[in-house]
């Protein structure tokens, strides 16, 4: 079977996106899985190389290139010139390396789009940069979302040891219940259940979590979000066949016993699901979006700004969020 060609954004330059690709670029892990193409700054990716003394072998085609059918058969780094890789500085919150990474999604958007690549697995961006720049997406997820024209998606954490989809993701606390919607919380549960059955093989068990301390102890606390909002959604999904259950106070949820009996918690905001997910699979956990037309994947963590350009960086969240594009794909990993 032909190895699926997986596009690997650089993410921000100046994080540890460029270093992790390098790794990506030459390990048996990733080639021995797929071909992997980076789209980024091959300035960028050589001047990382030189600095941390890494092997690139791997050759350099432009991005109009790619556009005229190129037949990628190697390891490739699909130029994106996006930055002035000589007065960028690296671990530095900048607009231009802000810029620069939103460049390498949309290049990479662009090829999954028109079947040049197989899937997008995405290094980390830096949301301030984002911001700077001017990019009106607070990160991957909305960017992929609108990109594709998806109107059902949700993000996914990944990993064998937990896994978690999220209602809401990137807004403040005191926005999160006016967001609840049973519309949206049946919309994640279905997603949910759909792309974990694939995953699985089987059909998954759910556990949907509460908003509010002891999931409202029957109105208790809150505002009877879980009664008005999150209740109705788990009984119409119930209706659907899935193998459904909450809504579970948020504080024993996560417990060893219930993680050994569930394949998916559905959470109602960011930091209810990615505190357990990084405490416990920080190294192996993968982002990926649902409800997209395209395959996309990400690392589970930042761009590291202390630590970026300095040869400290792991790649085995890239390489766990490469292995899931690859299944994704249509080839078992």
């Excluded at 109107?151 to 809401?168: A, D, G, L, N, P």
């Excluded at 405490?279 to 395959?295: E, R, Y």
């Excluded at 594009?325 to 249509?330: D, E, H, Q, R, T």
Aim: with cysteine; glycine share 8%.
């Amino acid at each position: 079977m032909k190895k699926p060609i997986i596009g690997i954004t650089m993410g921000d330059p100046a994080g540890v996106g460029p270093e992790i690709c390098l790794h990506a670029l030459g390990h048996l892990e990733v080639t021995g899985r797929c071909v992997p193409a980076v789209f980024g700054d091959h300035k960028i990716l050589h001047r990382c190389a030189k600095q941390l003394e890494l092997p690139l072998h791997a050759p350099t085609i432009a991005y109009d290139h790619l556009n005229l059918e190129a037949d990628l058969n190697e390891p490739t780094i699909v130029d994106v010139p996006a930055v002035d890789h000589e007065t960028f500085q690296p671990g530095q919150v900048g607009a231009n390396t802000g810029a620069a990474s939103y460049a390498y999604i949309n290049r990479a958007i662009d090829a999954t789009l028109a079947g040049h690549v197989a899937a997008v697995t995405t290094a980390p961006i830096n949301k301030e940069a984002l911001s700077q720049a001017g990019v009106r997406f607070p990160g991957h997820t909305d960017i992929f979302a609108y990109r594709a024209g998806s109107k059902r998606w949700c993000m996914m954490q990944y990993s064998e040891e937990i896994t978690c989809t999220f209602v809401t993701v990137h807004v403040g606390y005191a926005e999160v219940p006016q967001l609840l919607t049973t519309d949206r919380v049946l919309e994640v549960i279905q997603l949910s259940a759909e792309n974990l059955k694939y995953i699985r093989g089987r059909k998954p068990k759910i556990v949907v979590c509460g908003l509010n301390p002891h999931a409202g102890e029957h109105g208790l606390f809150g505002d009877n979000e879980e009664e008005r909002v999150i209740i109705p959604a788990i009984e119409t999904a119930r209706r659907q066949g899935m193998n459904i259950e909450g809504p579970l106070p948020p504080d024993t949820a996560f417990l060893p016993r219930k993680r050994k009996t569930t394949d998916v918690f559905v959470c109602m905001y960011h930091d209810q699901g990615h505190i357990p997910v990084k405490a416990l699979a920080f190294d192996s956990a993968v982002n990926t979006t649902l409800g997209l037309p395209i395959i996309r994947t990400s690392v589970d963590h930042g761009t590291a700004l202390d630590i970026a350009w300095q040869g400290k960086a792991t790649p085995a969240s890239l390489y766990s969020a490469i292995r899931l594009a690859v299944k994704l794909s249509g080839q078992s990993s």
